[in-house]
C-alpha cells in the first residue's frame, strides 16, 4: 500500500540536543512539506521540497533544517536553537504544489 | 502564514443533523481544498475545488465556493458520530503556494 511514514510516533528532547524526524512516501510524489501543529491550531508550513536536493523555508524554519537526498525521504531535524519545540509534526507529499496532500501520522515531540 | 479563515471554531450537532463549515481567504486562488483530521492523526483529503467551479459533491459532502466573497462551505448532511473531527480549509494561491486554516471542530452527538 502507498502511502507516507513518520518515525518516530512520539520524541523527547532534552535541553541543547538536535532531534531527527523521519518521513519515508511510497507514493512516488515530488513535493513533500513538513508542517508543526500545536494544540488546537491550525498547520504552519516550516519546509518544503518541489524536487530531490532542493529545498524552501516555510513560514517558521527558524530553528529547522531538512535534507532531500533522496526522491522518497524528507527528514526534518529540530535544532537546539529551536526554543519551543514542543509541538505535533506532520509531513505531506503531493504529486505537485496545488495539489492534494497526503499526510502521515505525525510525530509528537516534547521536551525533557 | 495562515490564508484561510474557518467558521466556527467549533460546531456541535446532534447525530442526523447537517453541518455547515466556512472558510474565508484573503488572496486570489487557483484552488480551494478541505481535509478533516480525526485527534492525534494526520489529515485526510477530502475534496478540491478549482476556482472556475462554484459547487462539488462528493458522497455526503458538499463544497460551494464564491470567489467575489473569498469564501467557501463545506456541508456535511446527515451527520454520523463517525464525522467528529477536526476540518481545514487550505487554499493554493496563484503560485502554487498552499496555505491551511486554523480549523473547526466538529462534534456529532450520538
Known amino acids: 500500500d502507498g502511502g507516507i511514514t513518520q518515525s518516530p510516533k512520539y520524541l523527547f528532547r532534552k535541553e541543547g540536543q538536535n532531534v531527527t524526524l523521519s518521513c519515508e512516501q511510497n507514493?512516488?510524489?515530488?513535493?513533500m512539506y513538513w508542517y508543526r501543529q500545536d494544540p488546537g491550531q491550525g498547520l504552519r508550513l516550516i519546509y518544503y521540497s518541489q524536487i530531490v536536493n532542493d529545498f524552501q523555508k516555510g513560514d517558521i524554519a527558524e530553528g529547522y533544517s531538512v535534507s532531500r537526498e533522496k526522491k522518497e525521504s524528507f527528514p526534518l531535524t529540530v535544532t537546539s536553537a529551536q526554543k519551543n519545540p514542543t509541538a505535533f509534526y506532520l509531513c505531506?507529499?503531493?504529486?505537485?504544489?496545488?495539489?492534494?496532500?497526503?499526510f502521515g501520522d505525525g510525530t509528537r515531540l516534547s521536551i525533557l | 502564514s495562515q490564508q484561510g479563515e474557518e467558521d466556527p471554531q467549533a460546531l456541535s450537532i446532534q447525530e442526523g443533523e447537517n453541518a455547515t463549515m466556512n472558510c474565508s481567504y484573503k488572496?486570489?486562488?487557483?484552488?480551494l481544498q478541505w481535509y478533516r483530521q480525526n485527534s492525534g492523526r494526520g489529515l485526510v483529503h477530502l475534496i478540491l475545488i478549482r476556482s472556475n467551479e462554484r459547487e462539488k459533491h462528493s458522497g455526503r459532502l458538499r463544497v460551494t465556493l464564491d470567489t467575489s466573497k473569498k469564501s467557501s462551505s463545506l456541508l456535511i448532511t446527515a451527520s454520523r458520530a463517525a464525522d467528529t473531527a477536526s476540518y481545514f480549509c487550505?487554499?493554493?494561491?496563484?503560485?502554487?503556494?498552499?496555505?491551511f486554516g486554523a480549523g473547526t471542530r466538529l462534534t456529532v452527538k450520538p
Open positions: 487550505a487554499t493554493a494561491k496563484l503560485n502554487n503556494d498552499m496555505r
Open positions: 488572496t486570489s486562488i487557483n484552488n
Open positions: 505531506a507529499s503531493s504529486t505537485q504544489d496545488s495539489q492534494p496532500q497526503h
Open positions: 507514493l512516488n510524489h515530488d513535493a
